[in-house]
């Protein structure tokens, strides 16, 4: 928590009070998470509340990871408003590090951008290495935690101009996450199949699904992309959106636009609120949005 690249470690306690992590690390980052089996939460010293904690900002609740795997038409109802056939084996791209952003940070939209699209998803963040795993239960045992995230993409920059998903996906901010890490076991049962994913634009509802529509299973797509390249301590894997972009929507597509509001909500996961920003619109008039609220 903090301003940004001032932030604190803490764990959120199940009652909402902030424990301080500053004693053990710096950050949460691949050190940390490999060792979070052994944290005690008990032996944790407590935070006074800060002035103004109701507006406290969250950061993203990993340090910037080494990578973002991203996986694409892993829904059955994003594929078929997408017109595509279920992949016969898992679609994968990477974001860049540097696209990762905190749960209520700015979406800034590339300069002169139409077709910005949000999309809710899972992100799963490993705990420990991964390289050519075969077996499913193993790949989950390497799990830190799962967290609430948007993969916004750029979709002319994705599919028309030279078509590389990676140059749309990779720009700063277009990779919110949090605002926390959610282990495992406190997920409970049914575990990620009982997670819900929304999303909504000025309260308008636009995406509301569940990992249970997964063409590929978490276990599956984590041995999946350890063959292809080393998982490491820290890494993020996104699983997917369910259906409801603006691109499967018919004519005019509602792409995001300067000044609305995006809202995900993941449950457990917790919720996140991020305003879109067009930086064509000029700092005169972002201050002025801000002073009016």
């Known amino acids: 928590m903090g301003a940004p690249g001032a932030e604190r470690p803490v764990v959120v306690a199940a009652d909402g009070a902030l424990l301080d992590l500053a004693g053990l690390?710096?950050?949460?980052?691949a050190a940390f998470l490999a060792s979070l089996a052994d944290l005690d939460p008990s032996?944790?010293?407590?935070?006074?509340?800060?002035?103004?904690?109701?507006?406290?900002?969250?950061?993203?609740?990993?340090?910037?990871?080494?990578?973002?795997?991203?996986?694409?038409?892993?829904?059955?109802?994003?594929?078929?408003?997408a017109g595509m056939p279920l992949p016969a084996e898992p679609v994968v791209f990477l974001?860049?590090?540097?696209?990762?952003?905190?749960?209520?940070?700015?979406?800034?939209?590339?300069?002169?951008?139409?077709?910005?699209?949000?999309?809710?998803?899972?992100?799963?963040?490993?705990?420990?290495?991964?390289?050519g795993e075969c077996d499913p239960h193993r790949a989950l045992a390497a799990v830190a935690g799962y967290v609430l995230a948007q993969d916004v993409s750029d979709r002319a920059l994705q599919l028309e101009r030279g078509g590389t998903w990676t140059?749309?996906?990779?720009a700063d901010t277009f990779c919110p996450?949090?605002?926390w890490l959610v282990t495992p076991d406190e997920l409970g049962s049914p575990g990620v199949g009982g997670v819900r994913l929304r999303l909504s634009v000025?309260?308008?509802?636009?995406?509301?699904?569940?990992?249970?529509?997964?063409?590929?299973?978490?276990?599956?797509?984590?041995?999946?992309?350890?063959?292809?390249?080393?998982?490491?301590?820290?890494?993020?894997?996104?699983?997917?959106?369910?259906?409801?972009?603006?691109?499967?929507?018919?004519?005019p597509r509602p792409y995001l636009r300067h000044g609305q509001v995006v809202e995900a909500d993941g449950g457990v996961l917790g919720q996140q609120r991020t305003r879109v920003v067009d930086p064509g619109y000029g700092t005169i008039a972002l201050d002025e949005e801000a002073a009016a609220g």
């Open 25 to 29: 690390t710096q950050d949460v980052d």
């Open 177 to 179: 996450l949090g605002p």
């Open 202 to 251: 000025d309260g308008d509802l636009r995406q509301d699904g569940s990992p249970c529509d997964m063409v590929f299973g978490i276990g599956e797509l984590l041995c999946y992309t350890s063959g292809l390249m080393t998982l490491e301590a820290g890494d993020v894997v996104l699983t997917g959106t369910p259906a409801g972009v603006a691109m499967g929507r018919p004519e």
């Open 95 to 131: 974001k860049s590090p540097t696209s990762v952003s905190g749960p209520s940070d700015d979406v800034v939209m590339l300069p002169g951008s139409t077709t910005t699209d949000y999309e809710v998803e899972l992100g799963v963040v490993l705990g420990r290495d991964l390289r």
């Open 43 to 81: 032996t944790l010293p407590g935070l006074a509340p800060p002035p103004g904690a109701s507006t406290l900002r969250f950061g993203p609740p990993v340090a910037r990871p080494g990578k973002v795997v991203g996986i694409g038409l892993n829904y059955r109802d994003h594929a078929a408003e």
């Open 167 to 170: 140059k749309g996906k990779s």
